[in-house]
T-cell receptor, first 117, second 112 residues
Framework: EPEVTQTPSHQVTQMGQEVILRCVPI?????FYWYRQILGQKVEFLVS????????KSEIFDDQFSVERPDGSNFTLKIRSTKLEDSAMYFC???????????????FGSGTRLTVV | GDSVTQMEGPVTLSEEAFLTINCTYT??????LFWYVQYPGEGLQLLLK?????DKGSNKGFEATYRKETTSFHLEKGSVQVSDSAVYFC???????????FGKGTTLSVSS
């Protein structure tokens, strides 16, 4: 069964450093998403990406965050200057459709656990 | 705004016990509702869904019925197995259809 692959599985970084989280989507999926889960809290939507641009973002997704699909395969989330409160599990998800096409369902990756120290 | 509330965990059961995990939601209109499951070390997997009122989603012995009168989507299973031990997330699709809104998740631990 096709999978969404996320790397690394765990990253530890110092406060103020930049991190890049990577996701390899399923090949025929067109919609890409990042979600995060702070330990013990809800899974929260960060951003959706379609046709090489952001289609929606939450209030969490401020100027320190960016996403891109630089080589047509990897989908990346960059956090420019990490803060302690960025420590969380970050999930990538991809879908063939969106909205009315949600019956396709998302496929989620296993997540990257980011720890900012 | 839209939100999902799940019962607090952890839920600890013996094998073959009956499971209920409560989920209620607040949303505009009648959103599609989902249960996702996360097994240790794995990603979120869609367990079941319901797209309109009174729909019943089912999969792997789990069921949930979309109740608009109580704005609920409780997850049930008649006889749990050790292999059902996981974290269960209730979620709804926002009105624009662009993002999932999740609950906090409920950890289920089943012992033999």
């Amino acid at each position: 069964e096709p999978e969404v692959t996320q790397t690394p599985s765990h990253q530890v970084t110092q406060m103020g450093q930049e991190v890049i989280l990577r996701c390899v989507p399923i090949s025929n999926h067109l919609y890409f998403y990042w979600y995060r889960q702070i330990l013990g809290q809800k899974v929260e939507f960060l951003v959706s990406f379609y046709n090489n641009e952001i289609s929606e973002k939450s209030e969490i997704f401020d100027d320190q965050f960016s996403v891109e699909r630089p080589d047509g395969s990897n989908f990346t989330l960059k956090i420019r200057s990490t803060k302690l409160e960025d420590s969380a599990m970050y999930f990538c998800a991809t879908a063939r459709g969106q909205g009315g096409g949600m019956h396709y369902g998302y496929t989620f990756g296993s997540g990257t656990r980011l720890t900012v120290v | 705004g839209d939100s999902v509330t799940q019962m607090e965990g952890p839920v600890t059961l013996s094998e073959e016990a009956f499971l209920t995990i409560n989920c209620t939601y607040t949303a505009t209109g009648y959103p599609s509702l989902f249960w996702y499951v996360q097994y240790p070390g794995e990603g979120l997997q869609l367990l079941l869904k319901a797209t309109k009122a009174d729909d019943k989603g089912s999969n792997k012995g789990f069921e949930a019925t979309y109740r608009k009168e109580t704005t609920s989507f409780h997850l049930e299973k008649g006889s749990v197995q050790v292999s059902d031990s996981a974290v269960y997330f209730c979620a709804l699709l926002n009105q624009a259809g662009t993002a999932l809104i999740f609950g906090k998740g409920t950890t289920l631990s089943v012992s033999s």
